[in-house]
């Protein structure tokens, strides 16, 4: 893949310094009740560049690689009838990196990015995108702003009717003066970068579910978006697709520089894939952070989802009784599992949002859980970091 330059694998970018303060951690201590937090700011900026067609686009410093656009959401809250969703939802995504939205089934993550997008309006709150308030603009304005986004939906959202050519030729059919000539180059180098070179004469109903996903990517590209957002991609694959739809996530990112949210069910993906992790439960973001801040966190629901354990506030229908929250407050808290190593590029480069295996625990005094990062061969990233990058970092 490309050519684009890229080197800053280091500390965690200037605006995720703002986690919490604590200091060394003892990991048997339950900390004190139940931390009601509804909403977490990570913000970076300002709702970052302009980013209507034309203004270059900023790149990550010392690197030649393009950066996204951030998103920056606040107080959004989102009803049907009486239903309320979530509420009060803040943070910030940030630009060029990759971020994960995970949460119970139900607690609205298929909501929030249609929230995004502008297919949802949300009844209060504001979602910021390179200058524009997306639940603000007007329907022409709206319909400029989603070049910005690619989409990937949970099945592909394919044309059944189309082969896989023109389902990923449509968004420049739609959307742009293109000729055909050129539609053409584009839509074989994304079927190309997703693995499907050879198959554009098939039907949706003819190839595999991980190749419809990958198809969904592929037309997700080719308006080179500054942001991906993507409704779990792995469902209903199984765990090699999974793996390689990830690193195709990983090798995307460090190529394009696009901003990545990924909403998923999967916790393996979770914890190696991105940058940045959140988890939406009780109606309200829990948590949002870097992977390392969230990976080590003792809050309750927090540890009991990203370690998938039964011992938690998560019940099977959303919320346990109240009567267990309390009688479980009793046992010693569970640790969090070891922080995995993060996924690299395949082709051994490193990202420029990807940072030092343990910097953010280290700058906040939190000790790592015992075996984080230590990968399949028995390597330890964290003393290994700076020899594999700074052999793999690619020259400028
Ligand atoms: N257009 C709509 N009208 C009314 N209710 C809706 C609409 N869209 C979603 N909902 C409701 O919003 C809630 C959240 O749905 P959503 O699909 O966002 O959940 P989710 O977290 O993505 O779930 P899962 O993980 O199971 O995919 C559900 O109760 C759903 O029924």
Redo the contacts with the bound molecule.
Sequence with gaps: MGTGARSRGGEAPAGMRNGPGRTGRDWTRRPMGLPAARSASYSRGDGGPDVRRGSPRPRFPGTGVPMGVEIRVEGLRKS?GR?V?WEDVSFTVPAGEISALL?P????????LKNLVGLLRPDRGHVYVGGGDVPRLAENRLYEMRRHFGVLFQDGALFGSMNVFDNIAFPLREHTRKGESEIRRIVLEKMDMVGLAGSEHKLPGEISGGMKKRAGLARALVLDPDIILAD?PDSGLDPVRTAYLNQLFVDLNAEMGATFLI?T?DIGTARVLPDNLGL?FRRGLVMFGPREMVLSSTHPAVNQFFNARREGPIGMAEEKDLADVANEAQAPLAMPGPIPPQLMPSDGSVRPSMRRPGAWLREHGVTPPPGSFIDGQGNDWRAEWEELTAARRRPE
């Design positions: 049907f239903q969703i949460g089934s139900g607690t609205g993550k298929s909501v929030f779990e909403v069910h939406l």
